[in-house]
């Protein structure tokens, strides 16, 4: 899988609606396919967004609110179906584990398929395999609730022309890429003379709490912000009598951590039109967009 996007699966919050069904994301970044907080008739979702669903390699649940962990059991049940042979791994907060398995072996079926799990009792590094590094921290949201970071490992890029003129190829590039330095007619190059370092992206998803630091902190320079919304700035007080949050504040947090593109999601079913997030977002944080169901953002380098 080469393909770089973000699918909105659903983006209603604690019920669906006739328009918009519970949240679930699916980013797909080179081989992974990470599926963040699976709602009810996710599984179901897939087919509509025309997607495999063995394309999931990993599971984030933030919380276990039913909103955002009711599809995990059909989704893996889902995977054993379709007999999946790379490891499913799933995070979660710790404290919601016997929730867990009751997602997980709520029904009679064969489980085939290797499922690694990774409750999450601290906030840090929770998964870091060279390729990418996932960490944690806890959001305010009355239950614990893990916001999530996402970033892909950083690059050594190479200046083709550079290359060319120095006549560094074949031989003498494997060992400059193994020992960071060549010589050539008695002169030491070094492997910062003809590359640079690519720095990995950031995706960073903040689903369900009030307005914090953490959440500031998590969004930190990303790539793309993924972020409730659930009221607009007139219900500011249901917001943060419920733990959420407004469409302003939303935008006020990827202003703050200097994200690139705020997504914001997890809408109240009091609303139908979603345009009204924008235009509020929009005046604090200009790259804001309002997800729908289905719709898909690309996530390119």
């Known amino acids: 899988m080469s393909v770089r996007d973000l699918t909105i699966l659903g983006c209603s919050s604690q019920h669906p ?3 918009r069904n519970q949240g679930a994301y699916l980013l797909r970044w080179n081989e992974e396919g990470f599926l963040l907080d699976p709602g009810e008739g996710t599984q179901r979702q897939f087919i509509f967004a025309e997607i495999a669903p063995p394309t999931v390699t990993r ?5 276990f609110h039913g909103d955002h962990c009711l599809g995990l059991g059909s989704m893996l049940m889902r995977l054993n179906l379709d007999r999946v042979t790379h490891p499913i791994h799933c995070y979660y907060p710790a404290s919601g584990k016997k929730y ?3 997602l997980r072996f709520g029904t009679i079926y064969h489980e085939a398929i290797n499922v690694i799990e990774h409750p999450i009792k601290k906030a840090g590094i929770v998964h870091d395999d060279g390729k990418f590094k996932i960490e944690a921290d806890f959001l305010q ?4 609730n893990v916001g999530y970071r996402i970033t892909e490992a950083d690059t050594r890029k190479y200046d083709k022309d550079k290359l060319k003129k120095l006549g560094i190829r074949g031989e003498l590039m494997r060992t400059l890429v193994q020992k960071d330095k060549i010589t050539i007619d008695d002169k030491t190059i070094n492997i910062e003379d003809v590359s640079w370092i690519r720095k990995g992206d950031t995706f960073a998803s903040v689903i369900d709490t009030r307005y914090c ?7 930190r320079d990303a790539k793309m912000l993924l972020c409730e919304s659930t009221y607009l700035e007139e219900h500011k007080k ?6 959420h949050m407004t469409a302003k504040q939303a935008a006020q947090i990827a202003k703050q951590a200097n994200a690139e593109q705020l997504i914001m999601t997890h809408y109240s079913a009091r609303y139908r039109d979603i345009v ?3 235009t509020e977002a929009r005046e604090i944080f200009p790259n804001s967009y309002a997800a729908d169901d289905f719709k ?6």
């Open 17 to 19: 609606t006739r328009l």
């Open 59 to 63: 599971i984030l649940i933030s919380h």
């Open 296 to 301: 898909r953002f690309s996530f390119p380098r």
């Open 276 to 278: 009204p997030f924008e």
């Open 100 to 102: 867990f398995d009751r």
């Open 238 to 243: 249901l917001a943060h009598d419920h733990f």
């Open 213 to 219: 630091q953490t959440a500031i902190d998590i969004a």
């Open 141 to 144: 949201h009355g239950v614990q």
